[in-house]
């Protein structure tokens, strides 16, 4: 069965929508079956893998308020091991349609369990809200990854976010657990980069990615081409720091899984090495 990661911060800017893309990107490069649910109104998930709204006819929406089938509606993309459940900008005003529903916090579980044993990620892009469909998110999750950027104000928010997480897990999803806070946008350059980096880790430990995602033009460019940095620019830092995020997720979960890409890719890095 599938492991469901949610990527939520309800501030935003913080590299939630990227780090949805490019992990799920990640996983797929490493031969893991990876759906990628696009659970934002703004749908920035969905055309960043190049999908144009308006060719999209069912989405996310259709599941939750029509109670539409995920097998139905999941695209395929041009990475084979990456499949899409998309967004639409319907989704704004499913959290007042759903408002009477008699068991409106399980809703997307209820759509994801169909179809869970199909994958071995299921990685949810989540609004920069904790409204109704966040909820949905942290009820259906296994896990939440908190992107949180490496600038002034960095944990602004963090301790509400954290709040509705205990929340979750103790009135909707006792098994939610926090996956790690990954630090984005990070300049080495920069002093204040690394004082909030540090200032994260003395905090909250071990909670804390070793990975760190550092700012990279490659990142921003590769939305507005419909394609995730590491099919844009697959040398960039940007898509080497995902693959590694990747890798340092399925260390953790002790993922037995070691694909022949993902020993070209270690031979390939050891070679650097020497």
Request: aromatic share 6%; hydrophobic share 40%; glycine share 6%.
């Amino acid at each position: 069965m599938g492991k469901t990661i949610a990527i939520a911060n309800q501030k935003g800017g913080v590299g939630k929508t990227t780090t949805a893309i490019n992990l799920a990107a990640s996983f797929a490069v490493l031969e893991y079956k990876t759906l990628l649910i696009d659970a934002d109104p703004q749908a920035n998930s969905t055309t960043g893998l190049g999908f144009d709204l308006r060719n999209i006819q069912q989405s996310i929406y259709d599941c939750m308020i029509n109670e539409g089938q995920a097998a139905d509606v999941v695209l395929g993309t041009e990475m084979e091991y990456l499949k899409l459940l998309p967004s639409h900008i319907d989704l704004v005003g499913a959290e007042l349609e759903l408002i009477n529903h008699p068991n409106r916090e399980n809703v997307l579980k209820k759509i994801i369990a169909p179809v869970k044993d199909q994958y071995d990620f299921i990685i949810v892009d989540c609004s920069p809200s904790l409204g109704l469909i966040t909820v949905n998110a942290l009820t259906a999750a296994d896990s939440v990854i908190i992107p949180v950027q490496c600038e002034f104000f960095a944990l602004e928010g963090l301790g509400k976010l954290l709040n509705t997480i205990k929340i979750v897990q103790s009135h909707l999803n006792t098994d939610l657990e926090i996956e790690g806070i990954l630090m984005t946008m990070y300049d080495g350059r920069l002093r204040l980069s690394n004082q909030v980096v540090n200032e994260v880790r003395q905090h909250f430990e071990d909670m804390v990615f070793n990975v760190l995602i550092h700012r990279n033009t490659r990142l921003g460019e590769a939305p507005s081409f419909g394609k995730p940095a590491i099919l844009y620019d697959p040398d960039s830092n940007g898509s080497v720091n995902y693959l590694n995020l990747a890798r340092e997720i399925l260390q953790k979960n002790d993922a037995t899984k070691i694909t022949n890409q993902e020993k070209i890719l270690a031979a390939s890095d050891e070679q650097r090495d020497t």
